[in-house]
């Protein structure tokens, strides 16, 4: 099945850019999405792109897909105190179910 | 439009004990999922129906029973509760015609 890997932790100043990435196993992976839990919370979702795109920009996100590398990565410009949360990327295949698959998240904590 | 809603929000149970989480959603949508989530596990999919009388099994369903008699109702059952079932559960629905999934803020479970 399909594998979805990110690394545990993220620690940035305030201002400055996150990145947060991901790879995943199944290159037929259709849907690819970022989600945001923030602290005793569910999950959002923040954004989400398309195989057939390579990058997708909402205000202060930006998303690139490197197909090749099955490589998915999110960056939030100058970050803020209340951004840190733990994000989650998940992809899923084409079909019907759209069923995701979940990486074990990223916590990103933001210094002042 | 209260979305997806989850109780009780915390449980503590002995081993051996049964209990039923709730799960419920007025957004008349007809996917929905059961996820756990655990310390640097991110979420796993227990067991999933995308309609009515209509249930699938996800990648951890052991000991856990659903099922799905309304299109806004979907229980998940624990028969006989174990310590390594302690974990935060959630809910997600999704329309059949959408990319997102709306989670439920989710039940802390404590099995002692």
Redesign the interface.
């Known amino acids: 099945g399909e594998d979805v890997e990110q690394s545990l932790f993220l620690s940035v100043r305030e201002g400055d850019s996150s990145v947060i990435n991901c790879t995943y196993t199944d290159s037929s992976s259709t849907y690819l999405y970022w989600y945001k839990q923030e602290p005793g919370a569910g999950l959002q979702l923040l954004t989400y792109i398309f195989s057939n795109m390579d990058m997708k920009q909402d205000q202060r996100l930006t998303v690139l897909l490197n197909k090749k590398d099955k490589h998915l990565s999110l960056r939030i410009a100058d970050t803020q105190t209340g951004d840190s949360a733990i994000y989650f990327c998940a992809v899923s295949p084409p079909g019907g179910s759209y069923i995701p698959t979940f990486g074990r998240g990223t916590s990103l904590i933001v210094h002042p | 439009n209260a979305g ?1 809603t989850q109780t009780p929000k915390f449980q503590v149970l002995k081993t051996g004990q049964s209990m039923t989480l709730q799960c419920a959603q007025d957004m008349n949508h007809e ?1 929905m ?1 059961w ?1 756990r989530q655990d310390p ?6 227990i067991h ?1 129906s ?1 309609g009515a009388g209509i249930t699938d099994q ?2 951890v369903p052991n000991g856990y029973n659903v099922s799905r008699s309304t299109t806004e109702d979907f229980p998940l059952r624990l028969l006989s509760a174990a310590p390594s079932q302690t974990s935060v559960y ?1 809910c ?1 629905s ?1 329309s ?1 015609g959408d ?3 709306y ?4 039940t802390r479970l404590t099995v002692t």
């Open positions: 997806v996917y999922s996820y640097g596990m991110g979420l796993r999919l999933y995308v996800g990648e959630f997600a999704r059949s990319y997102e999934q989670f439920g803020p989710g």
